[in-house]
Nanobody
Framework: QVQLVESGGGSVQAGGSLRLSCAVS??????????MAWFRQAPGKKHEGVAF???????TYADAVKGRFTISRDNAKNTLYLQMNGLKPEDTAMYYC?????????????????WGQGTQVTVSS
């Protein structure tokens, strides 16, 4: 079983930066093969895909964050990252990392089997 723990959230002013981390534990010897993703959920809204990274390192971003956010992974440390620059008030949400241990990788929350508990990001104007 895979466990995920996010960290790095906080409160920043618009234009600021944060770096989220997601530590993966449990069944990790195949971590490098996992599809890993970041999702977010604002109050009263559905989960929104932010970005995902495949086992080969290729990435895909939601249009809302392209050019501002960067997803990356350190397979030696079993850790996923999300560097967020140029933050906007509309980026305010709970951010979750998610893992898909096998299968095709795409930005649909329904295909991810492991989730962290989230880290709050608040951006003030």
């Amino acid at each position: 079983q895979v466990q995920l723990v996010e960290s790095g959230g906080g409160s920043v002013q618009a234009g600021g930066s944060l770096r989220l981390s997601c530590a993966v534990s449990g069944y990790t010897f195949s971590y490098s093969t996992y599809c890993m993703a970041w999702f977010r959920q604002a109050p009263g809204k559905k989960h929104e895909g932010v970005a995902f990274i495949r086992s080969d390192g290729s990435t895909t971003y939601a249009d809302a964050v392209k050019g501002r956010f960067t997803i990356s992974r350190d397979n030696a440390k079993n850790t996923l990252y999300l560097q967020m620059n140029g933050l906007k008030p509309e980026d305010t949400a709970m951010y979750y990392c998610a893992a898909r241990t096998s299968g095709v990788c795409y930005l649909n929350p329904g295909i991810f089997s492991a989730w962290g508990q989230g880290t709050q990001v608040t951006v003030s104007s």
